[in-house]
């Protein structure tokens, strides 16, 4: 199901999942313990509640990532900004930049795997897309550093799916510049510096380990 929220800072905001309690929600609803675990011998009769539980766990730690970081590590490709930078460097000149309208997708596959008894069960690759629909930034740029964002707006699509099954996604909108963290100026990234990504694309998450039964359950 698709939510419309207005702009939050965070992917798992962004899908609403502002506890771990909505991503484990969303896994129930598509039977993902079921699939996993079937054909698993001696398991306790609450392992796909668990299952659930601590994959939702794991995904919400995945999904803390910044938007404003990815706008941010987006516009590495803008020459208009590059060029700023550049020009700038030297002396405390000003210029606006003034960015047409573009889109930046980021595409992320967080991995969970899942043992029992020490065995592997399987790893669950999720796809996460965030579409970031950019409209009318007007940026400024001093002594190579971006120091404000004086106009904009953002419209964010997020879906993160399982074997090419949606599980949860949402859209959001507001102003790029209430998504970034300027400071006295931000560095841009680019050629001329090293600039991390907000998240490894293919982030694999501590293992889960699912504890096998010894003996029989007692009767409820």
């Known amino acids: 199901?698709?939510?419309?929220?207005?702009?939050?800072?965070?992917v798992a905001s962004l899908l609403g999942a502002h506890?771990?309690?909505?991503?484990?929600?969303?896994?129930?609803?598509?039977?993902?313990a079921e699939r996993v675990l079937v054909g698993t011998p001696q398991l306790p009769s609450d392992a796909g509640r668990v299952l659930d539980e601590r994959v939702g766990e794991v995904l919400h730690r995945l999904l803390d990532i910044d938007i404003g970081?990815?706008?941010v590590d987006g516009w590495a490709e803008r020459m208009e900004l590059a060029d700023a930078v550049l020009r700038t460097r030297v002396g405390r000149a000003a210029e606006e930049?003034?960015?047409g309208?573009?889109?930046?997708t980021s595409t992320h596959h967080p991995t969970v795997d899942v043992l029992a008894g020490g065995s592997p069960i399987t790893a669950l690759r999720f796809e996460l897309v965030i579409t970031l629909r950019l409209r009318r930034v007007v940026a400024v740029v001093r002594g190579g550093l971006l120091v404000d964002v004086q106009a904009g707006h953002l419209t964010a699509d997020a879906v993160l799916a399982l074997d090419d099954?949606?599980?949860?996604?949402?859209?959001?909108?507001?102003?790029?510049?209430a998504l970034l963290r300027l400071g006295d100026g931000l560095l841009l990234p680019g050629p001329w510096v090293a600039h991390p990504r907000p998240v490894e694309r293919g982030a694999r998450a501590t293992v889960l380990p699912m504890v096998r039964r010894t003996g029989e359950e007692p009767a409820p």
Do not use: F, Q, W
């Open 101 to 104: 309208d573009h889109r930046i």
């Open 1 to 10: 199901m698709t939510a419309l929220l207005a702009m939050p800072t965070t």
């Open 69 to 71: 970081e990815l706008v």
């Open 165 to 177: 099954e949606p599980l949860i996604g949402a859209t959001g909108r507001g102003t790029v510049g």
């Open 97 to 99: 930049v003034r960015l």
């Open 19 to 32: 506890h771990s309690e909505v991503l484990s929600g969303a896994l129930h609803r598509a039977g993902v």
